[in-house]
């Protein structure tokens, strides 16, 4: 088959930010995946909830609210931060700016993960003891899969920023990575209410 | 094999982006021919066994899932046919009841999970590119990566058959059978792990189908444009997405049950068996949607070119897609009606069961009215169109009458359950994947099929099959149960197991068939040229096989039918780099070009990483540390895997 030449694609951008990168879509669909495994999970929640009469059951004591509020609210900070930090892989101008948000992003991930260890003595229970306890210690788990899997992640992304050169996908790759960073926190927030106040208050 | 004429007629503007200012190029043909050697050389593999193992092609990998899918389907009819032999009389010993436990486990999990949905998916991984005008997936690497993560986990499924570890707990593992009271030793957890690397591997590929549908479209390819079975693997990716956590949730608290002590599944501390039913009929009966939406995107394109006319009422087949998408997360509790569910529940999930009906209903009235308003050619493939249009409609019917509790509770467990869903799912995939395989054939390979060993095929496949699965019916009727081992004389049953296992017979024999017109045309089969059907679609345009990087220049189209609209001349667009893998990435919507973006080189990292990931789910069978332990090559082979290509720190400078 013969071809016409109707246009030219070379002055087009060699790379692009959120919607329009095609790594933003699968980092999105992952999220979907996962956000999904969230939801089922917390879904098993309710259908277990809703076959025990007292919540948590006998003898197991709600959980102890300290720890998970340090974490929320750690949470929360680091989200400031990191959305400060996506603004400045946005505007591609400040390497400097860059390379320090990934770092205090580190220290705050470091600090987080720390804080979460506090946690899981504090939930009164063991994942063996009942169903109560396995629910709740399996969303407790999941979140901290994707929290330490984020934070392993902008390890490697932060050694490769001071080791090598920072070109305009490197800052479209730390925004991207700032897009996950929120999808931990958003996700934590209903796992927080349903592991520490939900007890507390159905 | 050919490959395109590098002449071109011309420069014009850009018909889609008014507002940017595009430089038309003339390629003379010499600059043409080295830049096409540039391309060749650009998107090579590196030679022998190496370049096997690091390929990131789309063609090759999605090959080589062909093949493996297709051997495990040769073994999962095996099973069958050694059940069927085991059925044929009464009292038989051929099996012993624990192997014939094996055997239906194997069967049904082996043809669900490594057969059905990664069959479906090697022909997308192949064609969706091709079809949508790209030069690659979305995620090369990722493609890649899938594919040696579903091998290690049929791998898993099998060796541990092999080695009689093989799980015997049915393809759906209901709880408790499956759980520490009743499955001692690994078997279950084979089972479960094997869920896990299948639906890594599954999810894997649907996000990068997503990616490159959404964003990797031809120019000019708008949505309304996109071609039915582009749309079909969209709405399936989408449910991919939605429907496989599902499963991987319920095996993984399976697991942790078997080996933690958690209580999820346990009624005596707080937990529920039906739990697990609902985590997994949340996936199982989207899953069954995942399985034969392709083969309604298959039927689609093979109805159009066979009828020498676009498919009737494009519009109306793209919205029964969509709502077959949700309305089949409406339907898992009809799987569960068996357990005691409250009325209101029954109602709901019947008249939802009911309503799916209608989409399906409408694309089969869609096609039919193509086929009748067409000026149809009864090749091959369209032989299996109408076999999957007689085949799914009466599985269609079965389904419609066991959405009815009253009836569901007298069928259920039985062989007419066994009929129906063989009627839906070998009628809507298995049929137009062999319609598939006939049409697409020639793209893959270069070469034809025989057209008479296919009509043999066909027709021996449709009798055979029609003659091993309507009996079921009958024998659901009058009571035999499934997954039994024998059943006593003087049932009345021998005579239609008979006749089952004949139709079995023959559909070996329509298999065998297949594979000799397989093998016998990869060397002698007619060449085939880029377009042997005349299609319509943009897959066509490349050449038979396609080139390493699909297209030498971007096409842009201007129709749903973009070959019969410009039948002398296609229009393309210059520009993407020869020198660099370079794709070209478009809006969602619209399809305007937009940015041009990198596509990894080939590499040894998916592989390592699915040999991490390897490590990690066997390992979790024996203890759950292996999640610890396993994280370090993980993230060493992840690393790999993502390390820049950029220049260290400092030596930006440095003369090149």
């Given at each position: 088959?013969?071809?016409n ?6 002055a ?11 790594i ?22 309710v ?29 929360l ?11 400045q892989?946005?505007?591609k ?15 705050l ?8 260890m ?10 063996d ?9 399996l ?21 490769w920023?001071y080791?090598?050169e ?8 730390v ?8 999808f ?19 | ?16 982006r ?43 990998i999605?090959?080589r ?10 073994l ?16 038989n010993?051929?099996?012993s009841?624990?192997?014939?436990n ?21 022909v997308?991984?192949f ?22 993560v ?9 060796i ?8 015997d ?13 009743y499955?001692?030793?690994?078997r ?44 079909s ?19 993984s608290?399976?697991m ?9 599944y ?19 009966h989207?899953?069954?949607y ?5 083969g ?16 009737f ?49 409408v ?8 086929i009748?308003s ?7 493939p ?8 007689v ?7 079965s ?21 129906h ?5 070998i009628?809507?995939a298995?049929f ?10 020639p793209k ?6 025989s057209?008479?060993?296919?009509k ?14 309507f009996?079921m ?13 024998t059943?006593?004389s ?22 065998l ?38 297209f ?23 520009g ?15 399809a ?5 973006q990198?596509?990894?080189?080939p590499?040894?990292?998916?592989f390592?990483?699915a ?18 332990w396993?994280?370090v ?21 440095e003369?090149?």
């Amino acid at each position: 088959m013969r071809t016409n030449v109707v246009g030219d694609l070379y002055a087009l951008p060699d790379h692009a930010f959120g919607l329009k990168s095609i790594i933003w879509w699968g980092l999105m669909g992952f999220m979907m995946i996962e956000s999904m495994g969230f939801v089922l999970a917390l879904g098993a929640w309710v259908y277990i909830r809703g076959l025990n009469p007292s919540w948590p059951p006998p003898p197991d004591a709600v959980p102890g609210l300290i720890p998970g509020i340090v974490v929320t609210v750690l949470f929360l900070l680091s989200e400031v931060v990191n959305r400060w930090l996506a603004a400045q892989a946005k505007k591609k101008e400040d390497d400097h700016a860059v390379r320090l948000g990934v770092t205090a992003m580190l220290v705050l991930g470091l600090a987080i993960v720390v804080a979460r260890m506090f946690e899981f003595p504090q939930l009164h229970t063991r994942w063996d003891v009942n169903a109560y306890g396995s629910v709740v210690w399996l969303l407790m788990f999941l979140h901290t899969l994707h929290l330490i899997t984020d934070w392993i992640d902008t390890v490697v992304l932060g050694a490769w920023l001071y080791t090598h050169e920072i070109e305009p996908s490197q800052h479209s790759e730390v925004y991207d990575n700032c897009g996950y960073w929120t999808f931990v926190v958003v996700s934590w927030l209903p796992i927080w209410f349903v592991v520490y106040i939900a007890p507390r208050v159905m | 094999m050919t490959r395109p004429p590098k002449k071109t007629t011309g420069p014009a503007p850009s018909p889609r982006r008014p507002k940017k200012e595009a430089t038309p190029v003339v390629a003379a043909p010499v600059i043409a021919a080295a830049a096409d050697a540039q391309l060749e050389e650009t998107w090579a593999d590196a030679p022998g066994f190496w370049g096997w193992l690091t390929t990131v092609d789309h063609k090759r990998i999605a090959r080589r899932y062909l093949v493996t899918a297709f051997i495990f389907f040769l073994l999962a009819g095996l099973a069958a046919v050694a059940m069927r032999l085991q059925l044929s009389k009464p009292e038989n010993t051929l099996l012993s009841p624990a192997r014939y436990n094996e055997l239906f486990t194997i069967h049904g999990s082996t043809m669900m999970f490594i057969f059905a949905v990664p069959i479906m998916e090697a022909v997308t991984v192949f064609l969706i590119p091709l079809m949508v005008g790209a030069r690659a997936l979305a995620f090369p690497r990722l493609n890649a990566y899938s594919y040696w993560v579903y091998l290690a986990g049929a791998l898993t499924l099998w060796i541990g058959f092999i080695l009689n570890v093989g799980p015997d707990i049915g393809w759906f593992a209901y709880t408790p059978l499956s759980g520490p009271e009743y499955s001692a030793g690994h078997r279950a957890d084979i089972w479960a792990q094997m869920i896990t690397f299948t639906e890594i591997a599954a999810l894997a590929v649907a996000v990068n189908l997503m990616a490159t549908i959404l964003k990797m479209r031809a120019p000019g390819m708008t949505l309304s444009r996109m071609p039915l079975f582009a749309w079909s693997t969209l709405v399936t990716s989408l449910m991919t997405i939605f429907a496989l956590p599902a499963v991987m949730l319920a095996s993984s608290l399976l697991m942790s049950d078997r080996l933690l002590g958690t209580h999820f599944y346990n009624a005596a501390e707080g937990g529920d068996h039906i739990l697990y039913q609902h985590l997994f009929w949340f996936f199982g009966h989207p899953e069954v949607y995942i399985i034969f939406l392709p083969g309604l995107g298959f039927v689609s394109m093979i109805t159009a070119t066979f009828s020498r006319r676009p498919v009737f009422g494009h519009i109306v087949m793209v919205l029964a897609l969509i709502s077959i998408g949700f309305l089949a997360f409406g339907l898992w509790v009809h799987h569960m009606f068996a357990t005691g569910l409250p009325r209101l529940g029954n109602s709901f999930y019947t008249a939802a069961s009911m309503a799916i009906a209608l989409p399906s209903g409408v694309q089969i009235f869609c096609w039919i009215a193509t086929i009748w308003s067409g000026r149809p050619v009864f090749k091959t493939p369209l032989l299996w169109v109408i076999g999957f249009i007689v085949t799914f409609v009466i599985g269609g019917l079965s389904g419609v009458m066991v959405a009815s509790v009253p009836l569901d509770l007298q069928l259920h467990d039985t062989y007419f359950v066994v009929a129906h869903f063989h009627y839906v799912l070998i009628g809507g995939a298995v049929f137009p994947l062999f319609g598939a395989f006939q049409y697409w054939f020639p793209k893959f390979t270069g070469r034809m099929l025989s057209e008479t060993l296919g009509k043999w095929h066909f027709w021996l496949f449709f009798i055979g099959f029609n003659v091993a699965f309507f009996p079921m019916h009958i024998l659901g009727l009058m009571g035999m149960p499934r997954r039994v081992y024998t059943y006593p004389s003087g049932m009345g049953w021998e005579r239609y197991n008979q006749i089952a296992t004949l139709g079995g017979v023959i559909v070996v024999v329509s298999v065998l068939s297949f594979i000799v017109n397989v093998l016998t045309s990869l060397r002698r089969g007619v060449p085939a040229g880029d377009n042997p059907w005349d299609a319509p679609s943009l897959e066509w345009a490349a050449t038979s096989p396609p080139a390493p990087y699909n297209f030498a220049h971007t096409p842009v189209i201007s129709s749903r039918e973009p070959l019969w609209e410009q039948r002398e001349v296609l229009p393309i667009m210059t520009g993407l780099s020869t020198a660099e893998r370079e794709v070209l990435v478009t809006t969602p919507v619209d399809a305007e070009p937009d940015n041009r973006q990198s596509s990894p080189d080939p590499s040894i990292w998916p592989f390592v990483a699915a040999i991490a990931t390897t490590m990690v789910l066997i390992g979790t069978i024996f203890s759950e540390w292996a999640l610890v332990w396993g994280a370090v090559p993980l993230t060493i082979a992840f690393s790999g895997w993502f390390w820049p290509k950029r220049p260290r720190r400092g030596a930006k400078q440095e003369p090149q």
